[in-house]
């Protein structure tokens, strides 16, 4: 709570007025409000009378040994995102380090911000100047939260900062964190809750509990078939690569994953392989899903998972930010003298411009 909702809220709670407040503390009746409006601040001289007139402390006073709830977190949160939405990443970027500035203690706090601008990040078309700047910031508050947050925080933590070095090359950094990982995850409680949640009758509960849970292990199991079809293509074995592609396209429409899913594995194989032709009709393929997607409610598999809300705008900048990334990408370069990939770009970057 700022210091001017801290002077407010104990001084009604206390029984006192502004006037009373002045009197006691020398000062005018228009000074504490100011003080409670927060457009100027007690003189500090005068804070440990005005600690001892609220009946607080002076940690109390200053919030010095307070955090944010989850709930209070949340609406930071959204207020954040809201701001991305409206005015940019920048914008939101900025707004989030000053909040931060507020709970620089808060652990949980600073991860679930540099979560969220690691993601939002994602989501906007960027150059590779500025997602380095920025990429090195939120490196910095996940080290912040490392440092302050509990056992389960740095954990978290920990695994980010490892992933942000593995794709930077620092190889050693990376095996450092991850060793501070337990080998195996906790029990999932899961399954077991959503028996209990059936037995209550909560059905729609239970399917969504466990059809994120599928979704989670279909996306992880994704993931690895992905991997291995790098390592494959790694050691001179295309044949098999595109075979483990193959079965991850299988994989996605399998479990009724989105249209775009299927195309991310054999796109990854065919640009290891630099083959220009197989790249241009799957990246034609993937960019054409996403502007008429198929929603994930409509399959039976998740038929409890709710949709997020502005699904076609979220699209939109998925598809600016893929015509960012092949544009900017040393890995397309093999394209970039190819007609048919130019006209691929325009046509794209006019229909995400609707």
């Excluded at 709670?13 to 503390?25: F, K, M, R, S, V």
């Excluded at 993601?119 to 910095?140: E, F, R, V």
Aim: glycine share 4%; hydrophobic share 40%; proline share 4%.
């Amino acid at each position: 709570m700022p210091l001017n909702n801290v002077i407010r809220e104990k001084r009604k709670e206390a029984g006192l007025t502004q006037e009373e407040i002045a009197d006691y503390l020398g000062v005018s009746a228009p000074a504490v409000s100011k003080w409670e409006k927060g457009s100027t601040s007690p003189d500090i001289t005068l804070l440990p009378a005005l600690a001892r007139l609220l009946k607080i402390d002076i940690n109390t006073l200053l919030c010095f040994d307070t955090e944010p709830d989850k709930e209070e977190v949340n609406r930071i949160c959204k207020e954040i995102v809201d701001v991305i939405h409206k005015n940019g990443f920048e914008a939101g970027f900025l707004l989030t380090l000053e909040k931060i500035r507020e709970y620089p203690t808060c652990g949980h706090f600073v991860h679930t911000a540099a979560v969220l601008l690691d993601g939002a990040m994602l989501m906007t078309a960027m150059s590779p100047g500025d997602k380095m700047k920025y990429s090195s910031q939120i490196i910095s508050l996940y080290e912040q939260a490392a440092k302050y947050g509990d056992e389960q925080t740095c954990r978290q933590t920990n695994f980010m900062l490892a992933s942000y070095y593995t794709r930077m090359g620092e190889t050693d950094k990376a095996q450092k964190l991850l060793d501070l990982l337990p080998e195996q995850s906790a029990i999932d409680k899961r399954p077991l809750l959503a028996e209990i949640l059936i037995t209550q009758g909560k059905t729609e509960k239970a399917g969504e509990l466990l059809e994120r849970r599928l979704l989670m292990a279909v996306q992880e199991i994704q993931v690895l078939l992905m991997k291995l079809s790098d390592i494959a293509l790694k050691e001179g074995n295309s044949q098999d690569a595109t075979k483990i592609s193959e079965r991850s396209a299988k994989l996605a429409e399998l479990f009724c994953l989105q249209e775009y899913d299927t195309y991310v594995a054999p796109l990854q194989t065919a640009i290891d392989q630099q083959n220009v032709s197989e790249s241009i009709t799957l990246l034609s393929s993937m960019l054409t899903s996403l502007i008429h997607p198929g929603e994930l409610d409509n399959f039976f598999l998740y038929r409890h998972i709710p949709m997020p809300s502005q699904t076609k705008e979220i699209r939109k900048k998925m598809i600016k930010v893929i015509l960012s990334e092949l544009e900017d990408s040393d890995k397309y370069s093999y394209l970039y003298s190819n007609e048919e990939f130019g006209e691929l770009i325009k046509r794209f970057q006019s229909v995400s411009m609707k």
